[in-house]
């Protein structure tokens, strides 16, 4: 029975049709949307769309001054906030010509690699989720929130941490940090073995994620694909090894690659960057326990804080890959023009398209979420 | 200005006219062209020769005061490991460049977002349609002739703040100073 | 409190309440409901904004809302709850509100942190709206920015009392002053702006029909009314009556 308003129309027959995948719903990454056509359950052609988090930041900033955009900045990436800070605070610094003292040059690496692993046990979650192991989603936050403990011990805040200023940071470890942080260090790398099992090493993970959203080299290099995704095609690039920023180049770690260029390529790449983190966090914390001095150089008062005019250009290393400040200054109290280029810019629109041809429905939200794909930072 | 400049840089920079360049940090050169037609060709060189594979970003700046848009193409290469900003300036009044995207791809995510937030139109774009302003109908909002906080006057309405204490820091000249 | 009257007697222009709404049994009936209701609430699952990120460790196995009977619920037309985990721009704020009105009653809408109450850090942004509660009726606001966990917790409860005890019928209010807020939409979206749902005829159907759920605002719709092509949504409703 139909009712009486119904009106039948006979429509040619198609194999093709059009799906709105996202902004509601739970496979997607944030608030983002996709639009995908579809031949059976095979894509055929995909359009991502965003927008949904644009709140216009790098109006704002030009609208604020200097020192008040340290709030600003960590919110353009909500999952890994501290490379923005960081980012941000090294771009003044160069215009600004700014000394970081060398104690806060350490703190700086301290919360950097700590945002990177959270930023990491995150993504475990999330890709976990999108191949339908939720448990693993259930220990990969809650080993986060560890971490955003210590975050709180040394920050007083959990996610948003506004820490790093031009100049230096905001405040020095409390008492017992370091150890407390040894500890949680030590109970991450203890899980690994566990995850392990239940996530790097499972059928369901391995199957799915196995040729998968799979990409080349030269595919890479020519869509800007930077960070983790780059290396897992084989290119051993890591701006913290090339163009080392802060004490880098005086620790060692390794730029982990894998060469198959899929989905699970890319998970593993991850893996092999959190032992890289847990690694240069021990070496930081023993840094930290003999380096003494002052926290922040001395900077005029805040309110009235003139930069001289110029430009600066300021590249990060952040969990997915390379985060870039393009700062402008005129001279006057506020920045003339802050340009930001998030590595999801590159990862969320064109090589997510393009990975999508040819995919089944069901791998769309794993191929995005393994491309780490942050898209407040493709929107700003 | 540096001494060492990488051998493949030497030999592109002189095949442009027009090129001027200095040393802006340690291995960061800005490259300034007088002419901006001269850029998509500093960029087949770049990328030809000395391999700079990887556009890292495109930046646009407005220059109400001299009526001009500055576009800064932002290079990196895997090789050579040197970062090249090279800085072209552009009339506002047309406002019309040439894209580049066919030589690099991550071009067209850029030069869409620049065309979006500040109106300048790139002939041969792979897509130019709105990408994260898809519901707007007002100016290109980058521009600094765009007052945003004006806009919002007019669009939204919030509800002043303005506790005691804060009224009184303010009669005593506190806030920003000048 | 709004500063609008809210209309707790019905209005002489909409249904009586019929004798069984008023009895003791009928309120009695209302009140186990609520009780019930506000230990079993689905939480729709959209981020609108960067307080999402605090509802993983809320919602896991750290501080686990499934303890007090929440569960995230991926289609509106199921869920009870809507968050509004932030600043909301113009493009999100129009899904959002077709997603409000997707969901069934009664439906509470929950603001997360400054933005949603007064535009947060956003205030002189050209993207973002200011005040949640001009184009949804909301329940309850969370401060902070961003709130944390505990916090949300906290709110949660309070919430849960709230239903528990029937103050929470702000969703009434969508319908019985539909055309302010549909007049509030308009003003962002422009005056075609329409949505697929029928929200008048809801609001007949749960006998929320009030005075302000027609106006001018509401006069703009007849062109859209798929369901009486030629008549009108306004006008199919005064035929009706
Ligand atoms: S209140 Fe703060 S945390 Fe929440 S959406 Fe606004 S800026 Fe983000």
Not at chain 1, 252 to 280: K, Q
């Given at each position: 029975m ?20 996202g ?7 944030g ?13 055929v052609?995909?359009e ?30 909500v ?5 923005m800070?960081?980012?941000?605070a ?7 010509g ?8 350490w ?9 990177r ?5 995150f993504?475990?979650?999330g ?13 990969g ?16 805040a959990r ?7 031009p ?12 150890d407390?942080l040894?500890e949680v260090?030590?109970y991450?790398?203890?899980?690994l073995?566990?995850f ?28 800007g ?15 913290r090894?090339d ?5 880098y180049a ?13 989905a699970?390529?890319r998970t593993?790449?991850?893996?092999g ?37 110029g ?19 005129d ?16 990862h969320a ?5 393009a ?6 429905i ?13 898209p ?5 | 200005?540096s ?5 493949p ?6 095949r ?22 001269n ?24 220059w109400?005061?001299?009526?001009e848009?500055?576009l800064v193409y ?17 009339p506002?009044a ?11 791809r991550p ?6 977002d620049?065309?979006?937030?500040f109106?300048?139109?790139?002939e041969?774009a ?11 109908g007002?100016p290109?909002?980058m521009r ?15 509800v002043d703040?303005?506790p ?15 | ?20 709404e ?10 186990i409901?609520?009780h019930c209701?506000?230990?079993s609430?689905?939480v ?5 904004g ?5 509802l993983?460790?809320s ?6 809302l ?22 909301l721009?113009?493009?999100t704020?129009k899904?959002v ?5 997707q969901?069934?009653?009664?439906k509470?809408v ?12 956003y ?5 973002t709206v200011?005040?949640l ?6 329940d ?17 409860l309070?919430?849960?009392e ?19 807020y549909?007049?509030e939409q ?23 029909f ?6 001018e605002?509401?006069a ?9 092509p ?12």
């Amino acid at each position: 029975m139909h009712p009486d308003h119904y009106r039948h129309t006979e429509l040619p027959p198609s194999t093709e049709y059009e799906l709105y995948f996202g902004p509601n719903h739970p496979g997607i990454e944030g608030n983002y949307a996709l639009k995908a056509r579809l031949a059976g359950d095979t894509v055929v052609a995909l359009e991502a769309d965003g927008g949904y988090l644009h709140r216009g930041f790098e109006k704002l900033m030009e609208q604020r001054l200097w020192i008040q955009n340290i709030a600003l900045v960590p919110r353009i990436c909500v999952p890994d906030p501290v490379p923005m800070e960081e980012t941000y605070a090294r771009a003044v610094e160069t215009l600004g010509g700014l000394e970081v003292p060398e104690r806060a040059q350490w703190l700086r690496m301290l919360v950097l690699e700590m945002s990177r692993l959270t930023a990491h046990l995150f993504y475990f979650g999330g890709h976990a989720a999108t191949v339908g192991l939720y448990t693993n989603m259930f220990w990969g936050v809650s080993d986060r929130d560890r971490l955003l403990d210590c975050f709180e011990q040394l920050t007083g805040a959990r996610v948003y941490h506004m820490y790093i200023t031009p100049g230096g940071v905001r405040r020095d470890t409390p008492p017992g940090f370091l150890d407390s942080l040894s500890e949680v260090l030590d109970y991450v790398e203890g899980r690994l073995p566990k995850f392990d099992d239940l996530f790097f090493d499972n059928a369901v993970l391995v199957r799915r994620a196995t040729g998968t959203g799979t990409m080349d080299q030269a595919f890479a290099i020519d869509y800007g694909v930077t960070g983790p995704n780059l290396r897992a095609t084989g290119l051993a690039h890591d701006l913290r090894r090339d163009y080392p920023y802060l004490k880098y180049a005086e620790v060692e770690f390794d730029v982990i690659t894998e060469t198959a260029g899929d989905a699970y390529a890319r998970t593993l790449v991850r893996r092999g960057e959190v032992i890289e983190s847990l690694r240069i966090l021990r070496q930081v914390i023993d840094k930290l326990r003999s380096v003494p001095g002052p926290i922040r150089c001395p900077l005029p008062n805040p309110l009235a804080w003139r930069i001289p005019a110029g430009d600066a250009y300021t590249r990060t290393e952040s969990s997915k890959g390379e985060l870039a400040y393009y700062i402008v200054s005129d001279g006057s109290a506020k920045p003339w023009r802050v340009h930001v280029r998030g590595p999801s810019q590159m990862h969320a629109v064109q090589t997510l398209e393009a990975l999508c041809v040819g995919a089944r429905i069901e791998d769309v939200a794993q191929i995005m979420f393994s491309l780490d794909a942050c898209p407040p930072e493709v929107d700003r | 200005m540096s001494k060492s400049l990488p051998t493949p840089l030497e030999g592109v920079f002189r095949r442009v006219p027009g090129v001027r360049w200095r040393q802006q940090a340690e291995r960061h050169l800005r490259v300034e062209l007088s002419e901006a037609e001269n850029l998509p060709a500093l960029l087949a060189l770049l990328k030809g020769e000395a391999g700079y594979r990887h556009l890292s970003a495109i930046s646009c700046v407005d220059w109400p005061d001299a009526d001009e848009f500055e576009l800064v193409y932002h290079l990196d290469s895997y090789t050579t490991q040197v970062l090249i900003s090279a800085h072209i300036r552009l009339p506002a009044a047309p406002g019309r460049y040439v894209s580049v995207s066919g030589l690099y791809r991550p071009a067209g995510f850029f030069e869409r977002d620049i065309h979006e937030m500040f109106g300048v139109q790139f002939e041969g774009a792979l897509d130019l349609r709105p990408f994260i302003l898809t519901e707007w109908g007002g100016p290109p909002p980058m521009r600094k002739s765009f007052d945003t906080e004006g806009y919002v006057r007019d669009h939204y309405q919030w509800v002043d703040y303005g506790p005691e204490w804060l009224a009184e820091l303010e009669k005593r000249g506190g806030g920003i100073v000048e | 409190m709004p500063d609008y009257p809210i209309y707790r007697d019905p209005p002489e222009q909409c249904r009586t309440p019929d004798a069984e709404e008023r009895s003791l049994w009928g309120r009695t009936l209302e009140r186990i409901a609520d009780h019930c209701r506000a230990r079993s609430l689905f939480v729709l699952h959209y981020c609108t904004g960067c307080g999402a990120i605090e509802l993983p460790p809320s919602m896991t196995s750290r501080f686990d809302l499934e303890r007090v009977g929440m569960q995230p619920m991926v289609t509106p037309r199921q869920a009870d709850l809507l968050l509004i985990t932030g600043y909301l721009s113009v493009k999100t704020l129009k899904r959002v509100i077709l997603t409000y009105e997707q969901m069934q009653g009664p439906k509470y809408v929950m603001g997360f942190g400054s933005c949603t109450i007064n535009g947060g850090m956003y205030w002189n942004s050209y993207a973002t709206v200011k005040r949640l509660d001009q184009y949804l009726p909301v329940d309850m606001y969370i401060a902070g920015c961003m709130p944390r966990p505990e916090a949300i917790q906290q709110a949660f409860l309070q919430l849960m009392e709230k239903i528990d005890s029937g103050r929470a019928q702000n969703w009434k209010e969508y319908y019985r002053r539909y055309d302010h807020y549909l007049g509030e939409q308009q003003a962002l979206f422009g005056e075609q702006f329409h949505t697929p749902t029928d929200v008048i005829g809801e609001a007949r159907h749960y006998s929320l029909f009030g005075p302000e759920t027609l106006g001018e605002h509401t006069a703009k719709l007849a062109k859209y009314d798929l369901y009486h092509p030629g008549q009108g949504a306004v006008d199919a409703l005064e035929v009706k009556r």
